[in-house]
């Protein structure tokens, strides 16, 4: 029946067992996944975006060759993430029409110009510090092929993560324009990046559910105190500071309390009215266009591959 069978499901997953694709699962955890691994896999293809904008002006053939290899990353990650959500039944076509018809949320943060080299400097610091400390726990999420394709997105966002700071600890060493370039970029990345940890627990509707059947290890406010905490310390490193007035250590809590992000600019950009939400969705659906033909030849030789089988 199934309520044994919806019994059996919990056992395993209280269990802290793995659900897999073949395994009997409610409906609402089904397309809470598919939900959020969309939209996480449509964050890492619209993320190629701002740092891509500055492929064709890397200042040295080093710094090109790593933003190469970070931004291919991304696109690695989203087919990856597109895989683990067809093994749920959701078909990556209808996703990526989903996506460009405006249907289908991304991350927040990708609504925001990469103005300056520091950007790409910063968006590895603090957008992929951010991105690693919210899916480190996701490495333990009960659905099998998405808690396993994020240990391998781990260890390359941990890579994206060094080679921003570096750069940024470069650019620090260097002269007092790269200085003020470094911290004017942090200025604006900071609050977008703690955005990226979703709204406040008491505002976030998927919360409840999504952590009883353990898709999400921590809340979301738990998550954002974590990376505020551990990024302090490395903006001391480096010599910048953050835009928050009420950043300030609190030693009966052990941790940082920090000010609130502006909530009504969240709302803002997730519903479509960021800064670049129109550019980020008009190049996504002019590469899906321009890439038609891939798809029809690749449908075509299969077809002839089979026919061929045949003979
Ligand atoms: N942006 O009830 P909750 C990367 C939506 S990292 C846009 O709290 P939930 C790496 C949320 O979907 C970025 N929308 O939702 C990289 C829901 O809308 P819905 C991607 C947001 O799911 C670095 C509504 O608001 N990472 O790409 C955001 O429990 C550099 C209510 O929210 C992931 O996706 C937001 N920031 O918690 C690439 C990680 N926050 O669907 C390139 C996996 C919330 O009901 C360069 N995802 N919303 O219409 C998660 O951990 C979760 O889905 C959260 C949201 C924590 C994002």
Request: proline residues 5%.
């Amino acid at each position: 029946t199934t309520a044994e069978l919806e019994a059996g499901f919990l056992h395993t997953v209280e269990s802290d067992q793995r659900i897999e694709p073949r395994d009997w699962m409610p409906e609402g955890y089904r397309r809470s996944l598919i939900r959020q691994i969309a939209q996480h896999a449509h964050s890492e293809i619209i993320g190629m975006q701002p740092e891509g904008n500055w492929l064709t002006r890397a200042p040295s053939l080093r710094r090109k060759a790593i933003l190469m290899a970070k931004v291919q990353d991304e696109a690695g990650h989203g087919l990856y993430l597109y895989s683990a959500a067809e093994t749920l039944g959701a078909d990556r076509a209808d996703l990526t029409d989903a996506l460009i018809a405006g249907q289908q949320k991304y991350s927040s943060i990708f609504n925001y110009p990469a103005l300056t080299f520091a950007d790409v400097g910063v968006i590895g610091w603090l957008v992929d510090g951010a991105a690693i400390c919210n899916q480190v726990p996701l490495c333990r999420s009960s659905f099998g092929p998405y808690g396993r394709a994020m240990i391998r997105v781990c260890k390359e966002e941990s890579f994206h993560q060094r080679q921003g700071y570096e750069l940024l600890l470069t650019m620090m060493k260097g002269t007092e324009e790269q200085r003020a370039m470094v911290q004017e970029s942090v200025n604006r990345w900071w609050w977008p990046a703690l955005m990226m940890f979703g709204p406040p627990d008491d505002r976030s509707p998927n919360s409840a559910q999504s952590m009883k059947w353990k898709i999400k290890r921590h809340s979301n406010d738990e998550l954002r105190q974590r990376f505020v905490d551990m990024s302090v310390p490395q903006a001391q490193v480096l010599g910048v500071t953050f835009p928050d007035p009420d950043l300030a250590w609190n030693a009966e809590r052990g941790s940082y309390d920090f000010g609130e992000p502006d909530w009504q600019e969240f709302t803002e950009v997730v519903t479509g009215r960021g800064a670049t939400s129109i550019e980020r969705i008009a190049n996504r659906r002019a590469a899906h266009e321009n890439g038609g033909w891939v798809r029809e030849a690749a449908i075509a030789f299969a077809a002839r591959s089979d026919e061929g089988a045949h003979h």
